[in-house]
């Protein structure tokens, strides 16, 4: 017989038992509805986590110093003037106090050079950045971080009025909205040169940022800072103890492995319930066979060979798994809309889970289908035609 | 030599049930014409199942040889008897035994898709197969909606349309009240008058008799073989 003689049969079969096979396709529905929703919220959560680090500088290098002493203006002179560099500044930071009025709390006192607000652009709440008169050798500006501000109780008033800073007098110019933001926290940002007469001493910095032209020339320019630093100190290619380099765009791959860490966990255990369906499959699959054992011993009687049986019986069961497959995905996706909806990321339809989950139901139904078709080929025509 | 569709010769069949061996069969020598009408009759446990089931090429013997239409069933592995069935006999059941959720061009069409047609030509030959047997008006109609009769119509054109060289007959009243049984007998002597071998396999000696030709089984043997109207 043809195979699509065979299928019309299969087809006629779940069609003439519609609750039946409705109630057995439920588990691969779920399976895969899980798989495919919980794919997409996996790939939300990317998604966000990927655009707030972007905005970070994907092309940006922090080199970190170990000790206050490890890196100096003439190192950062130096990478600046390396190949590809666009931008470079430095931090030099300590701990200190903010104070206005009566009210002192601590805070982490930043001196950073002129191009770090044109690197960076934090959002600003109120004001503005340091300015290029800012850097001049007399202003004593400073641009307050957000939690800084609140520590301190700031309001739109204080703009332009004295703060001080460890003591000294400051005029305050801006306050940043940098709260989305991690790790600027409790943060006041003074121009270095400020920072040099409050606490750091020429020409320490505690850290440089390069920032190469494009993405693609990061692990290169992470390599020649490296070696260029190497050079300068006389450093073995063991010693790593006077500074630390890391990149964003190696951050980012780290989180990108982190979630897909993740979402292979969630799909494994999406992946369960997909067996589970498909033994549920199985189970069908097999008192079917039972129930039909005189019906295949008539057509193996009228001239079914065991491969006609067997054909039968597995097109059956992969049917009722694809389809199961094609309906959780459908389910899948409408909850996907929703949940990114929800969770504010974009929606998309990837073929790659479109292709996953319906060639996992299709993969299910041959696993769990073999075992009750090869019964149902196996019986014997005359125990089978006797069965009662 | 005349043609002889069905070949036994000293032909056994032990059944193992449990640790013990059963004789259905214990000896038998039997030869079938082209064109004959033969009933094979005898009381539940004589044998005539497993005479059916040898002759059916459902089944092979443990000793002796069968052989269906010049064929050999002895030497034959599953999908070479498959072929040799679908293609020497059309079995009449008994209950009809039409397949479930499909309808009556279907079940006639069946043997031919088995056969390897194409769904085409099967559906030719089953339309007319069936418009033969009086039920051209009934093709798609499925088993919940033929009566007792037409059901039986059903299975003898899904026996008869591969054009086997013997129909088999199995108990083919056994479910029929005795007004529908008789047409079923008519049916079959018909086939006969066309010309058809037909085997007919009975523990009922008043159908047994409508046979021109009865073999009486017993205990796995042969105890008389009639010839000639009773």
């Known amino acids: 017989m043809k ?4 299928a019309t049969l299969a087809l006629n079969r779940i069609w003439a038992t519609k609750i039946r096979s409705l109630l057995t396709m439920l588990g691969v529905v779920i399976g895969v509805a899980a798989i495919v929703a919980l794919t997409s919220i996996v790939d939300g959560a990317s998604q966000g986590i990927n655009k707030s680090l972007a905005t970070l500088g994907t092309n940006q290098l ?27 500044f430095v931090q030099a930071q300590n701990q200190g106090t903010i104070a206005t009025g009566d009210k002192r709390v601590n805070a982490r006192l930043v001196g950073v050079s002129a191009k770090y607000f044109e690197a960076v ?3 600003i709440a109120l004001g503005s950045y340091l300015s290029s008169s800012s850097f001049a050798a007399t202003a004593k500006d400073v641009v307050f971080g957000a939690d800084a501000a609140n520590d301190l109780g700031l309001t739109k008033a204080m703009l332009g009025q004295t703060v001080k800073l460890n003591g000294q007098d400051f005029r305050l110019v801006g306050v940043l909205d940098d709260q989305a933001g991690f790790g600027t926290s409790g943060r006041v940002y003074v121009p270095i040169d400020s920072a040099r007469k409050l606490f750091s001493q020429y020409p320490y ?26 050079e300068r100190y006389g450093l073995g290619a063991e010693t790593t103890a006077r500074y630390t380099i890391t990149n964003q765009a190696s951050l980012i791959a780290a989180v990108g492995s982190i979630t897909a860490t993740l979402g292979l966990l969630l799909t494994g255990i999406a992946a369960i319930s997909l067996i589970v369906g498909g033994i549920g499959i199985m189970n069908i699959m097999l008192v079917s066979v039972r129930e039909r054992t005189r019906e295949i011993g008539v057509r193996r009687a009228i001239g079914a060979k065991q491969s006609n049986i067997l054909t039968q019986f597995l097109i059956e069961a992969i049917v009722l798994s694809l389809a199961g497959g094609v309906v959780g ?3 899948g996706e409408i909850a996907a809309f929703f949940l990114a909806v929800i969770g504010d990321w974009v929606f998309s339809i990837r073929l790659d889970t479109v292709g996953l989950a319906l060639g996992f139901s299709l993969l299910v139904g041959v696993v769990f289908g073999v075992w009750p078709a090869r019964t149902a080929a196996k019986l014997e025509p005359i125990d089978a035609l006797r069965f009662e | 030599m005349a043609d002889e ?26 030869v079938i014409e082209r064109g004959e009408f033969v009933a094979i009759v005898g009381p539940s446990g004589s044998g005539k199942s497993t005479m059916m089931n040898l002759i059916g090429c459902l089944d092979r013997p443990t000793a002796g040889s069968v052989k269906i239409a010049g064929d050999s069933t002895n030497e034959l592995n599953d999908n070479q008897l498959t072929s040799l069935r679908s293609k020497a006999i059309g079995f009449v059941f008994q209950q009809f035994q039409l397949l479930p959720n499909t309808t009556a061009i279907e079940n006639v069409m069946a043997p031919l898709l088995y056969q390897g047609k194409n769904t085409k030509e099967a559906k030719r030959d089953a339309t007319q197969m069936l418009t033969q047997l009086g ?14 009769g037409q059901q039986q119509r059903v299975a003898i054109a899904r026996a008869l349309v591969t054009s086997p060289d013997i129909v088999l007959a199995d108990e083919p009243t056994g479910a029929l009240d005795s007004k529908t049984g008789a047409a079923v007998i008519e049916l079959l002597k018909d086939l006969h008058r066309d010309g058809r071998t037909v085997v007919l396999i009975t523990h009922d000696l008043e159908i047994a008799a409508s046979a021109p030709r009865r073999v009486f089984l017993r205990d796995g043997l042969i105890e008389r073989d009639e010839r000639g109207a009773k």
């Open chain 1, 3 to 6: 195979l699509l003689g065979t």
């Open chain 1, 205 to 230: 910095v505690s850290s440089i940022v390069i920032q190469a032209n494009t993405a693609e020339q990061v692990d290169t320019l992470q390599l020649q800072a490296d070696v260029l630093l190497r």
């Open chain 2, 5 to 30: 569709v069905v070949r036994l010769d000293k032909v056994r069949r032990d059944y193992l049930v449990g640790d013990q061996v059963t004789t259905a069969l214990g000896g038998i020598d039997l």
């Open chain 1, 121 to 123: 652009k934090p959002e």
């Open chain 1, 62 to 88: 922090n080199i970190t110093a170990m000790a206050a002493d490890s890196l100096t203006e003439q190192d950062a002179q130096e990478l600046a003037a390396l190949e590809n560099v666009s931008v470079m």
């Open chain 2, 135 to 148: 039920l051209g008006d009934r093709l798609n109609f499925d088993r919940n909606r033929l009566s007792g």
């Open chain 1, 329 to 331: 995905l459908i389910l």
